[in-house]
């Protein structure tokens, strides 16, 4: 069913949005902004909620039926047969967009060849909304707060390092999984207000805080996965995630052709790949390299590329081992993600032998500080 939404005109800096307990978070907390990349290339997109209030490039109001059907066309953004170049959507609860509700806003342009949507919300409400994207919020309260700190310690480190970009982050593993406030829950919520502004710190600046599912028995250093040494990203001894569901084994068999297609697919000029050999592996068991054999475009590649390429979800980290066997390869391996920083489910099992976040946190990152905000501005 249409609906017809007469619209009053509301500017980014004077939109006020809530949500339960917000009262509880310091004003100056709740000043501090965040812009996701929620939606990218994509021909059409469909935006609907209630009470939406919409504006265009100008900031004129407009009125529109919604569901509203947003295409992208060479000149812009084409809805209801009329042409604009930017369209900003906000709603007193949520935005849906193609039917996963954001609070905050959702600003429409048209960007790589399809309609970039950026969903622009007070860093907190993110926050509440990203916890359970990444973990469970019914694991003990402790590794909540944890993951709390070091999502915000993330996202502002990558607020920094893009404020000139259109957006600070994607909602994908690129950076942090985040799919709206449809999973938010009282839990998550009481992990955000309870480290509320809490980041972690080296040398007094904000550090970059990467974490991964397990690492499946001790985690990396930076170095070995990016080649950056940070002095607190060195790497720690790590049993405790050996338990867990993802810090078991794990087994894939892909063919040889459907390789080729994904190393293709993702800029590697490689063809009639007939193999594939494992290189140098770093002194924690994790390849460094990959060797591609193949009649043209073969050669080494980091285990990250091979990852990055053939799919996280199928090399679920570079502890692995390889055979070929009728132009199939079986891939077998231990852990999940990078191993950089924070192993997720290490800390749940931290936590349930009783230490804090605080302590959680300083074991993954020796040598950190945990601070407020207001501490370091």
């Not at 209630?50 to 900031?59: I, K, M, Y």
């Not at 429409?108 to 950026?118: E, M, Q």
């Given at each position: 069913m249409y609906r017809m939404c007469i619209l009053i005109v509301l500017t980014l800096t004077t939109t006020v949005l809530s949500w339960p307990g917000m009262d509880r978070i310091n004003a100056a907390v709740l000043?501090?902004?965040?812009?996701?990349?929620?939606?990218?290339?994509?021909?059409?997109?469909?935006?609907?909620?209630?009470?939406?209030?919409?504006?265009?490039?100008?900031?004129?109001p407009l009125a529109m039926l919604f569901p509203a059907k947003v295409k992208a066309v060479k000149d812009g953004l084409l809805v209801e047969g009329k042409l604009f170049r930017r369209l900003l959507f906000s709603a007193p609860s949520a935005v849906?967009?193609?039917?996963?509700?954001?609070?905050?806003?959702?600003?429409?342009?048209?960007?790589?060849?399809?309609?970039?949507?950026?969903?622009?919300?007070?860093?907190?409400?993110?926050?509440?909304?990203?916890?359970?994207?990444?973990?469970?919020?019914?694991?003990?309260?402790?590794?909540?707060?944890?993951?709390?700190?070091?999502?915000?310690t993330y996202a502002l480190n990558r607020k920094m390092a893009r404020l000139t970009s259109p957006y600070h982050l994607e909602s994908s593993v690129i950076d942090q999984v985040y799919e709206g406030c449809l999973i938010e829950d009282s839990r998550s919520r009481r992990a955000v207000i309870e480290t509320e502004g809490e980041v972690l710190t080296f040398g007094g600046a904000i550090i970059q805080a990467f974490y991964h599912s397990s690492c499946g028995g001790r985690t990396e250093s930076s170095e070995n996965v990016w080649g950056a040494s940070?002095?607190?990203?060195?790497?720690?001894?790590?049993?405790?995630?050996?338990?867990?569901?993802?810090?078991?084994?794990?087994?894939y068999k892909l063919s040889l052709k459907d390789i080729e297609e994904r190393l293709r697919g993702t800029g590697h000029k490689v063809s009639g790949?007939?193999?594939?050999?494992?290189?140098?592996?770093?002194?924690?068991?994790?390849?460094?390299?990959?060797?591609?054999?193949?009649?043209?475009?073969?050669?080494?590649?980091?285990?990250?590329?091979?990852?990055?390429?053939?799919?996280?979800?199928?090399?679920?980290?570079?502890?692995?081992?390889?055979?070929?066997?009728?132009?199939?390869?079986?891939?077998?391996?231990?852990?999940?993600?990078?191993?950089v920083g924070l192993c997720q489910w290490g800390a749940k099992q931290r936590a349930l032998d009783g230490f804090t976040a605080g302590e959680i946190l300083s074991y993954y990152y020796p040598g950190t500080e945990l601070k407020k905000l207001s501490e370091i501005r």
């Open positions: 000043d501090e902004t965040i812009r996701i990349a929620i939606v990218k290339s994509a021909p059409e997109v469909t935006v609907t909620g209630d009470g939406l209030l919409v504006t265009d490039e100008t900031g004129s849906y967009v193609n039917n996963k509700p954001y609070r905050g806003l959702a600003e429409l342009s048209v960007a790589d060849k399809g309609i970039l949507v950026i969903n622009q919300l007070p860093l907190e409400e993110y926050l509440v909304g990203l916890i359970n994207c990444e973990i469970s919020s019914a694991w003990p309260i402790e590794a909540v707060k944890a993951q709390a700190i070091i999502a915000r940070l002095p607190y990203l060195k790497g720690v001894e790590c049993q405790y995630c050996l338990t867990s569901p993802t810090g078991t084994t794990w087994e790949l007939y193999d594939i050999k494992p290189g140098v592996d770093n002194s924690r068991g994790r390849l460094k390299q990959v060797l591609l054999l193949a009649s043209r475009g073969g050669g080494a590649i980091s285990g990250e590329q091979f990852r990055k390429a053939v799919g996280y979800g199928f090399i679920k980290s570079t502890r692995f081992t390889m055979k070929n066997s009728k132009n199939e390869i079986s891939f077998s391996g231990s852990g999940n993600g990078h191993g």
